[in-house]
């Protein structure tokens, strides 16, 4: 007989198959698997739980009877809410078996000093006032010293409650938040794949398990197989059942979600009302994850993914799920429906492991591993990648792809924009990397500017991964240029100018203040592309003649051509090349969480030359003009001053007497083009703790794990990136699991 076999509610031990009722070869499977299981518990729906443990090698089953009349329906219920300090969970390492601190954030403690929904609730009552709610930074009766508290502990570190989604993930936080000695989960990791909670009962809960209410304000869990969907419903204790009703008052609207954390913080899984829709489920897993539930649980979804070569395909399935709570209903499994539709796809495309990088868990390695392949080209599409839901809203990742087409094509650029023609990228002709018909324009005379005249062979590529919040977007190009610059100029004494007397009336002086006026239009290229060139700012300066009227009287102008010294020309002959690396990034740990980070590498080789003009450059640059006007009909002459009137170019940027010669030159600029954290309720800064090169190196698998954990209520502990929403920051090594309605 069985070991300490002293009384009649213990099974016989035995070897080979079972042979016993349903729960026995239930139980005897799953010890007998590769699983590992030594212990497990079964509720039958008589009410007697059923206990089996290997000892010896050999299967030891017991029973223990439900005590009656233990508990009222009026009876209170408690739950922690906040986070709890695992310690640790090494089975060798002491410290594992110390009770788990609890601490709150700035919505716990409103709910505490308003004396609500923390801590112990007599139901249908939600507040407080006649008990205190828990402290901080000491255990509360969620993680208590208790013989349950370290398997929770160890399901609390494995399978945080942000592995769910939906509601599921409520319900997973509720669980943890109620008190140890009613904790009836254990933790499950399959060879290769995430970690799952499993019921003393037998039931799995796992990446595809969400969970409904229907019209009655039942719950069930719904679990999505590749063969068909379970549901399963919720019993609950008597002492919840009196907080349903206000799950229908709307004067608790504000309270719904945390008063139903402590309804399913008191439910568990029927081990007799399990109900299977036979039909087919086209995929259970999406990158690392699985179906993704809404808050509601009447809808899921998952992106199926095809890797291959040259091209993955990839579509986007929907299944909705609803149950009939009308009469006429012989069994269970007909009031329900569940339609699967194609929301998006099927896509051909194609990403790469250095530049398009998707990474995700691999639970057999834990790492990160990267999707794609190394090789291939852009396969333009918008496909999408990822997905989960924020509340009952659909949050899609999608990666854009385009470009990179033969074209010839050529552009010009200024800065400032009058300093020379400019232009986007044109086949035109007439803007040739040694056109120079626009030349003789523009204001080379004013001070500083630069202008590049660029020629491409490809359309510039554009790629990146995008949501609602955040975005790598980009397009990157490549091309060979010429750039031209000035810094300034030093003006030289004046050259010998002739002298020209001039009595018009009614004239003005024209005087360039050296300030800059748009570029407007001076052609329209062939293929639409417009051609601009500006001027300098002409201002009009008002001298009164010798008969008092403005301008008036007679004026005599005195021109000189000035020496002019042109510093700092410089010129350019290169080519400049841009690199655009987008990661999109899913982490362990949280299936409502998403990673966007985009780089740009920029770079230039060039050759070129630099130096100043001579001291005695002449040209026509400039003019200084000297008026000097009459009061007295010519007998006198008063000066008014003098101008200097800047001109246009003419096509000479003048060349240094002894230019400094160089060869290989190089430029490098790295720019963050998104840097983000995503999840269910927000957008987060990412600062990454780490260096990201190595996700870019085109490695199959990255030895990280970007662990994050986010709450129902939208608190975040991430990796680089954080939303503590009062919370402490005190856990460097691993981010706290959330529990209860936090």
Not at 178 to 207: C, E, Q, T, Y
Not at 282 to 307: C, R, S
Not at 662 to 673: Q, S
């Amino acid at each position: 007989m069985a070991y300490e076999d002293k009384d009649d509610t213990k099974f016989p031990t035995r070897f080979g198959q079972a042979t016993g009722h349903a729960n026995e070869r239930t139980m005897l499977d799953e010890l007998g698997g590769a699983n590992g299981i030594r212990h497990r518990q079964r509720l039958g729906p008589d009410g007697v739980t059923t206990h089996v443990k290997t000892r010896g090698g050999h299967p030891h089953f017991w029973n223990e009877p439900l005590p009656g009349g233990e508990e009222t329906p009026l009876s209170p219920i408690y739950m922690d809410s906040g986070v709890v300090d695992l310690i640790s969970v090494a089975p060798e390492d002491p410290r594992s078996i110390l009770p788990a601190p609890l601490y709150y954030g700035n919505i716990e403690r409103t709910y505490a000093a308003n004396k609500k929904l923390l801590g112990k609730i007599a139901p249908p009552d939600i507040d407080t006032t006649t008990t205190t709610a828990p402290e901080e930074d000491v255990p509360g009766e969620s993680f208590v010293a208790h013989p349950n508290m370290f398997g929770k502990k160890d399901c609390a570190a494995k399978c945080p409650a942000s592995m769910f989604t939906g509601k599921a993930r409520l319900y997973a936080q509720a669980q943890y938040g109620a008190p140890s000695k009613n904790w009836k989960w254990n933790l499950d990791i399959p060879l290769g794949l995430s970690p799952r909670l499993v019921h003393d009962n037998g039931f799995v809960m796992n990446i595809n398990t969400g969970v409904y209410r229907d019209a009655t304000f039942k719950h069930w869990f719904v679990t999505m197989y590749p063969d068909g969907i379970q549901f399963v419903r919720m019993t609950r204790s008597r002492s919840a059942e009196p907080l349903v009703e206000l799950l229908q008052d709307a004067a608790f609207q504000d309270d719904w979600d945390k008063i139903e954390a402590y309804i399913l913080a008191y439910s568990s899984p029927s081990a007799t009302e399990q109900y299977v829709l036979t039909t087919h489920v086209p995929e259970t897993q999406m990158l690392g994850y699985g179906w993704k539930f809404n808050w509601d649980g009447d809808t899921a979804d998952v992106i199926q993914h095809l890797e291959g070569f040259p091209t993955h395909r990839t579509t986007h399935y929907r299944f909705e799920f609803e149950r009939d709570t009308g009469p006429g209903y012989v069994y269970e499994i007909d009031r329900w429906t569940a339609e699967l539709s194609v929301v998006d796809g099927p896509y051909e495309w194609h990403n790469s492991k250095y530049a398009q990088v998707i990474a995700n868990p691999d639970w057999l390695t834990n790492t990160l591993s990267l999707f794609g392949t190394r090789s291939g080209g852009i396969v333009p599409g918008n496909p999408p990648v990822y997905c989960f839901y924020k509340r009952n809203t659909l949050e899609t990742f999608r990666y854009f792809a385009s470009g990179g087409e033969a074209s010839l094509k050529y552009s010009r650029t200024a800065t400032p924009p009058p300093w020379g023609l400019t232009c986007d990228w044109t086949s035109d002709g007439w803007v040739a990397m040694n056109a120079t018909v626009y030349d003789l324009f523009g204001t080379f005379g004013t001070d500083g500017g630069s202008g590049e005249w660029r020629q491409r062979l490809y359309n510039p590529v554009t790629t990146g991964f995008s949501c609602s919040t955040a975005s790598t977007v980009s397009s990157s190009e490549s091309y060979t240029y010429e750039k031209r610059g000035l810094g300034g100029k030093t003006l030289g004494p004046d050259a010998s100018g002739g002298y020209d007397s001039d009595a018009h009336h009614g004239e003005f002086l024209q005087q360039n203040v050296n300030t800059y006026l748009a570029p407007s239009t001076v052609r329209i290229a062939s293929d639409g592309v417009p051609l601009m060139l500006g001027s300098a700012t002409i201002t009009q300066d008002d001298i009164p003649g010798s008969d008092g009227n403005v301008n008036g009287g007679s004026r005599y102008h005195t021109y000189y051509i000035l020496q002019t010294k042109l510093n700092s020309l410089s010129f350019q002959s290169g080519g400049h090349t841009e690199s655009d690396s987008h990661l999109l990034l899913i982490p362990f740990h949280d299936a409502q969480a998403c990673y966007v980070y985009g780089t740009r590498n920029t770079y230039r080789l060039y050759d070129g030359w630099e130096g100043d003009s001579a001291d005695s450059y002449s040209g026509s640059w400039g003019t200084k003009i000297t008026m000097a006007t009459t009061y007295d009909g010519g007998y006198t002459y008063v000066q008014e001053g003098d101008w200097i009137i800047y001109l246009g170019h003419s096509g000479s940027y003048g060349l240094p007497p002894s230019p400094t010669y160089y060869t290989g030159r190089e430029e490098t600029t790295d720019t963050i083009l998104a840097s983000s954290l995503v999840t269910d309720s927000g957008v987060y800064g990412f600062s990454p703790p780490i260096s990201m090169g190595v996700f870019f190196s085109g490695v199959d698998l990255v030895e990280q794990t970007f662990y994050t954990h986010s709450s129902t209520l939208g608190a975040v502990y991430g990796h680089g990136a954080n939303n503590l929403e009062g919370f402490p920051d005190r856990f460097p090594s691993s981010p706290p699991p959330f529990i209860g309605w936090a």
